[in-house]
């Protein structure tokens, strides 16, 4: 949505320089280049808007009997942090299942 939000800003602006050159020029196509200025500058804050830059993650820790829900405002995890946390999780599952057999025979 940043993409989008830089191009409509580069559609404003442009629109913009249009509507005045028309304006100077007297051609009678400002009304155009006006309508479209403010379309564009409509979409640039939506897109904006939409694209804050953060996102919301939910992180969920489980004991025998407690559960909790940690819910946190952080930017958005870079590629090279998702591969790592993929990782981790598959290290991880072989211990889990290890340890629910370990119950499963105390029990």
Known sequence: MAF????SFLGFVGCLVGAIVSVAQKN???KKYFILSGA???LFIISVVTSSGTSTTTTEATDDSKTA????SA???SKA????QKKAQVDEKPELKRQQK???RLN
Do not use: N, S
């Open 102 to 104: 370990l119950k499963l």
């Open 81 to 84: 942090e998702v591969d790592a």
């Open 75 to 77: 930017p958005a995890p």
């Open 4 to 7: 989008i939000a830089f191009l």
């Open 40 to 42: 564009v500058f409509v």
């Open 69 to 72: 829900v940690v819910t946190a």
């Open 28 to 30: 009678g196509k400002h």
